[in-house]
């Protein structure tokens, strides 16, 4: 039972087949953002087909999240920079007295042995950060995965400060590099705010 305007994991209906998975909008943060990241496949049209080893089979296999196959995919994401802070909030937004140190957090979100998180290095009093750092990630089931891609300020009180997020189905990542838009909490598009970003994927 749920008291306040908080989700629960999506992926938890949906790598066991759900048909429909219930969400509250109000509850603006990871699991929400997760679901908008899933439904931007298919063109954002709302509708995305259920995988084919969740449908009905012949032999009535089902699948089990918690025993997936063995790894079918490798997908590098390399960091290289940001930009658009400066021109999308004060200057004092994130920090008085200097300019923010920004980090980036990527992670994968899927069935539990694809689940996995892993950041960049804070660049230090930088409106333009450089990372170029890079992360690999094996996955076995990419049909149900999402890549998760938040932005965050270091705060020395302990709790970063947020800069922006977006979320992206890994079945319709294309190789190349990219300029990804991200959002805010709510899920709408800042107008400057971007990371410049490498996708590489490679079957196991």
Same mark, same amino acid.
């Given at each position: 039972m749920r008291l306040d305007s908080s989700n629960y994991d999506p992926m938890l209906g949906w790598t066991h087949g759900a048909q429909m998975v219930a969400l509250n909008m109000q509850g603006h943060a990871k699991f929400l953002w997760i679901m908008q990241g899933m439904f931007r496949a298919n063109g954002g049209c709302g509708y995305v087909k259920k995988p084919d080893f969740l449908l009905p089979a012949g032999d009535h296999m089902v699948f089990n999240p918690s025993a997936p196959p063995p790894v079918k995919k490798f997908l590098k994401v390399t960091v290289y920079m940001g930009?658009?802070?400066?021109?999308?909030?004060? @200057?004092? @937004?994130? %920090?008085r007295f200097s300019p923010p140190d920004f980090f980036v957090k990527v992670a994968i979100a899927g069935v539990p042995a694809d689940e996995a998180r892993k950041q960049t290095k804070a660049i230090? %009093?930088?409106?333009?950060?450089?990372? %170029?750092? $890079?992360?690999?990630? $094996?996955?076995?089931?990419?049909?149900?995965a999402v890549l998760r891609l938040e932005a965050l300020e270091y705060d020395t009180t302990g709790v970063p400060d947020f800069g922006g997020q977006t979320c992206l189905p890994i079945s319709e990542l294309r190789n190349g590099i990219r300029a990804v838009p991200l959002n805010d909490k709510?899920?709408?598009?800042?107008?400057y705010?971007?990371?410049?970003?490498?996708?590489?994927?490679? $079957?196991a």
């Amino acid at each position: 039972m749920r008291l306040d305007s908080s989700n629960y994991d999506p992926m938890l209906g949906w790598t066991h087949g759900a048909q429909m998975v219930a969400l509250n909008m109000q509850g603006h943060a990871k699991f929400l953002w997760i679901m908008q990241g899933m439904f931007r496949a298919n063109g954002g049209c709302g509708y995305v087909k259920k995988p084919d080893f969740l449908l009905p089979a012949g032999d009535h296999m089902v699948f089990n999240p918690s025993a997936p196959p063995p790894v079918k995919k490798f997908l590098k994401v390399t960091v290289y920079m940001g930009e658009g802070w400066a021109r999308e909030f004060r @200057h004092t @937004h994130f %920090d008085r007295f200097s300019p923010p140190d920004f980090f980036v957090k990527v992670a994968i979100a899927g069935v539990p042995a694809d689940e996995a998180r892993k950041q960049t290095k804070a660049i230090e %009093d930088e409106w333009l950060p450089v990372w %170029d750092e $890079s992360f690999e990630f $094996s996955l076995r089931v990419p049909e149900l995965a999402v890549l998760r891609l938040e932005a965050l300020e270091y705060d020395t009180t302990g709790v970063p400060d947020f800069g922006g997020q977006t979320c992206l189905p890994i079945s319709e990542l294309r190789n190349g590099i990219r300029a990804v838009p991200l959002n805010d909490k709510k899920g709408n598009p800042y107008k400057y705010v971007r990371l410049l970003v490498r996708f590489e994927m490679r $079957s196991a």
